[in-house]
């Protein structure tokens, strides 16, 4: 049987949420801690008082960053496997 999936409760962005998954408290928490500080500096650079604005401005900029380092892994890898084919 699976066992059930640990709640942890976090504040992102003043709002309370309990976050069900199989991660542990702390790499929950560190999560939460990335979008709420994101959305942060979203809010105060655009003024913005819309919540969905906010958090959609925040998942892009955090899919922004993702996609760059995964881009920057992928280049990695090519050049890995070129040195080793010379």
Partial sequence: MNEPLEKTKVI????????????????IRNL????????????MKTKTISL????????LNIAD??????????????KIEQDLQE
């Fill in 52 to 59: 969905e604005r906010i958090a959609i401005l925040a998942a």
């Fill in 12 to 27: 992102i962005f003043g709002k309370d949420y309990e976050v069900r998954g199989d991660q542990d408290e702390e790499y």
């Fill in 32 to 43: 939460a801690n990335y979008v709420d500080s994101a959305m942060q500096n979203i809010a």
């Fill in 65 to 78: 960053e993702m996609l760059k380092e995964r881009q920057k892994f992928d280049e990695y890898l090519q």
